[in-house]
């Protein structure tokens, strides 16, 4: 298949997103707290940031098929400019818990906001059902390289920076300017997206259905299954978010933001491949099967991490980890596009992504209470390993029936 100008661009503000998550992630914890935040505020902070992107992302998604999907793309990178810029003007913790639950940032260095739930819309209707897989694939990986190649950027910049007399706090600040630089270049590639990524451009005059609740209809019952599994796992991984793991390191080993970001280069590196193989075993077991039985060895791998006694076994764990978690990650999405009607996508998405939030919101905050507490280091891994087990299970249990129409 050839690409279309549409196509192309939705890999590349995939592109330019995921690096400028990546780019912050790893150093955002350390700049919250150089500016005088303690553990507990900064993982309020994080928690309010997830549940702020909930809220916008919540209206965002749910009305873009109505309101245009490319339109909601430019706002929502719009509040990555204004969450960048307003953390750089202010150490006030009041005035960065606005711009963190109003704004988009990634504290994990994974997606947040409606852009997601919105591109992967416009992707289904430009592709064939039997593709959906593998370009979701690919434009996995190509956003798991970009949050590698933004993490090691972000990393070694700030060491780079402080190597030539700056403060560790300048450094990270000037990592926040990038940040705000990246959503404006987000904005200019969103407005350069054709009519053909709208939903109309998709559908019959007249004959879609009434949405009756968010924007579904007929799939209104599975969705809100998914969702209610999909934020489970959501919770879990919000013990580990990126930022978090980062200063983890940074306190079990005294690991440099240098070295940081060398980790989870890596890291993001393997995360992409490992999306990428997803395809090829899904076309031989299935979506659901593939979901469940690569990521159930990925949490047993998380839940090791952290009782390595060295950082190279550490390391070790958490990048076998990455090798295989997210081979459920196109899988998933996959199989929520297959199981609704066309125009139901974007709300589809976006209700699963938001619940995913809502999910990763609560964890960030309890973990934060964790990390200020030695003797409790280990427990946002433990705790995050044996609730996405649960997940596993409960969504094989749910769904190992239900086929999207390429595997009928």
Not at 239 to 264: C, D, K, N, T
Not at 358 to 381: C, H, Q
Request: proline share 5%.
């Amino acid at each position: 298949m050839i690409p279309t100008p549409d196509i192309r661009l939705l890999f590349s503000t995939r592109i330019v997103r995921l690096f400028a998550y990546g780019f912050l992630s790893v150093v955002l914890v350390l700049y919250l707290t150089q500016v005088g935040l303690g553990e507990g505020q900064v993982g309020l902070l994080l928690t309010l940031t997830l549940v702020g992107d909930t809220a916008i992302s919540l209206w965002i998604t749910t009305n873009a098929d109505r309101l245009g999907r490319r339109r909601m793309l430019v706002a929502g990178a719009g509040l990555m400019i204004f969450a960048g810029i307003l953390f750089v003007l202010t150490q006030n913790f009041y005035l960065l818990l606005l711009a963190a639950t109003i704004g988009v940032i990634s504290p994990s260095g994974n997606e947040v906001g409606p852009f997601l739930s919105i591109e992967q819309a416009g992707l289904s209707q430009l592709i064939l059902d039997e593709k959906r897989t593998q370009i979701f694939s690919w434009y996995n990986l190509v956003g798991s390289f970009a949050t590698a190649l933004g993490a090691l950027a972000g990393g070694m910049g700030a060491q780079a920076l402080q190597g030539h007399g700056y403060a560790p706090e300048a450094s990270y600040r000037i990592v926040l300017v990038g940040y705000a630089c990246l959503g404006a270049a987000l904005v200019l590639l969103f407005l350069q997206l054709s009519p053909a990524v709208e939903v109309a451009a998709g559908a019959a005059p007249g004959t879609a259905p009434t949405k009756a609740f968010l924007g579904l209809h007929r799939s209104r019952g599975v969705i809100l299954r998914l969702a209610a599994l999909f934020s489970l796992d959501a919770l879990a991984g919000g013990f580990v978010i990126q930022s978090l793991v980062a200063y983890w390191f940074h306190l079990r080993f005294g690991v440099e933001p240098g070295v940081l970001g060398s980790i989870f280069f890596g890291a993001n590196i393997l995360a992409g491949i490992s999306a990428l193989s997803a395809a090829w075993v899904a076309r031989r077991i299935g979506l659901i099967n593939t979901m469940v039985f690569t990521h159930l060895p990925s949490n047993i791998l998380l839940i090791l991490v952290p009782f390595m006694p060295t950082l190279p076994l550490a390391i070790t764990m958490l990048l076998l980890r990455f090798s295989i978690s997210q081979m459920d990650v196109p899988t998933r999405q996959s199989y929520t596009m297959a199981v609704v009607a066309p125009d139901e996508r974007s709300a589809a998405s976006g209700i699963t992504g938001i619940a995913r939030t809502i999910g990763a919101s609560l964890s960030p905050v309890f973990t934060g209470l964790f990390l200020a507490n030695p003797a409790l280091l280990a427990l946002p891994f433990v705790l995050s390993g044996s609730l996405k087990i649960i997940y596993d299970l409960s969504l094989y249990r749910s769904f190992r029936g239900m086929k999207p129409p390429e595997e009928s």
